[in-house]
């Protein structure tokens, strides 16, 4: 009997790891994009997710240096010499920091089973926000404690001033995205690079190859949902891409780089 005791304890004591590895690894947490601090990138995200159908679940480049971070902001269209004009930045989603930056080129030392995201948005922003921006996800980087590949999203541009306009209660209005033939905006799918190695890259098997599936071939959907600090968040993903569920962890990062962590409490229908 003892025997069988000290069996169902050790099993208890496995299932009860296994339950926490699992919510370890399904529970991504979110970066909460203040855009009072920065409307301008918000405004960048917003023409990605609404315009553009592009998700917002992205993974973490632990490994990227200057060279690499540089080489991903050509592909996408902000490299020296771009278009934006003298006294502003370009600010490129995904971020360069992530492997989807420069629309899924460079990822060598990405080992996550997801495909990269191969398009993106830039935008001429406001060099002060770009910098309050860039420590904000720095610091989020860092208090959330992802590890090279780790997925996190970015979670809300309720206060973008572009989805404000686009948002048309709950049903967003399209005609009312950016003009990208001229002006601040630009969506690309192309590389402005000569070389795009390994882009759409699964764990790095087949560098050199692409993927005929891209992610936004997966239909949007918008999932809503509140925070313990009462704000309320909303995710754009694509397909069957996990979303937020009640617990999870959610940063806020102000334009001083302080973090605030708050939780999902409710996850709306």
Excluded at 51 to 78: E, F, K, N, W
Aim: glycine letters at 10%.
């Amino acid at each position: 009997m003892l025997s069988k005791l000290r069996i169902l304890s050790v099993a208890v004591v496995a299932l009860s790891m296994t339950e926490t590895i699992l919510a370890q690894v399904t529970v991504t947490p979110s970066f909460d994009l203040v855009c009072g601090d920065y409307p301008d990138i918000c405004d960048n995200h917003c023409n990605a997710f609404y315009c553009h159908d592009i998700t917002s679940r992205l993974h973490y480049d632990a490994t990227s240096d200057v060279g690499t971070a540089d080489q991903r902001r050509t592909a996408i269209g902000c490299g020296s010499g771009n278009y934006c004009p003298s006294g502003t930045d370009c600010d490129e989603f995904p971020y360069a920091s992530t492997y989807d930056g420069g629309l899924g080129c460079f990822p060598d030392g990405y080992d996550g089973g997801d495909q990269l995201v191969q398009s993106g948005t830039t935008r001429c922003a406001d060099p002060t926000q770009n910098s309050r921006h860039g420590n904000a996800l720095g610091q989020f980087y860092t208090s959330a404690g992802l590890n090279n590949g780790d997925p996190f999203i970015d979670a809300t541009v309720n206060d973008s001033p572009l989805c404000k306009a686009i948002d048309n209660g709950g049903f967003p209005d399209l005609t009312k995205c950016p003009d990208e033939s001229s002006g601040d905006y630009r969506f690309r799918t192309t590389p402005a690079t000569p070389t795009c190695p390994a882009r759409g890259s699964k764990r790095g098997l087949f560098r050199g190859m692409q993927f005929e599936r891209n992610v936004s071939d997966k239909p949007l959907r918008i999932v809503m949902a509140t925070t313990s600090s009462n704000r309320t968040m909303r995710y754009i993903l694509r397909g069957e891409e996990e979303g937020p569920v009640v617990g999870g962890p959610v940063w806020t990062a102000d334009a001083n780089g302080n973090t605030i962590r708050s939780t999902i409490v409710k996850v709306h229908d």
